[in-house]
């Protein structure tokens, strides 16, 4: 859920985001991503006019970045109590996929989504990022709101 701190902003891994159930992932369409980002914001900016939207979205996710970015203005149109989104930017933070290895330890990040240790070539790792889908902060037109 949105801890609201006033603009303070905490360590990335301090954070708590607001995961968005859209899990089965594949697919959904960038449009209903959006509107659901939009339907969320809408609801904790509790009236208050927001600017940015901040949203961090996994490798392997398989969303196009800019394509969410395009979609947010259509979104929000429709969104719910989302007059205070009007005008707002939508800002998308690809996070790479990332696996550690079970054998070596190594961490490792992946340019091809194929899960295999960078160092020692084994397929015996732990994916530890690139599915995350959520909003971590957004901010409104006089203040910052941590998501
Ligand atoms: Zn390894």
Known sequence: MFKESGGTSGSPAGR???R???RGGRAVHELSICRSVADIVAR???GRPVTRVHLRVGA?????????VYCWELAHADAAGAEVLAGSVLVVESVPAGVRCRRC???????????RCAACGTTDVV?????EFLVTS????TDA???
């Not at 330890?105 to 899960?115: F, K, R, T, W």
Request: zero cysteines; charged letters at 15%.
């Open 16 to 18: 708590q985001g607001a």
């Open 20 to 22: 968005l159930d859209v």
């Open 44 to 46: 904790h900016a509790a």
């Open 60 to 68: 392997l996710r398989q969303v196009v970045p800019d394509t969410l």
């Open 105 to 115: 330890g190594v961490h490792s990040e992946l340019a091809v989504p194929i899960l």
């Open 127 to 131: 994916l530890v990022s690139g599915e």
């Open 138 to 141: 957004f901010e409104v037109a």
């Open 145 to 147: 709101v941590e998501a």
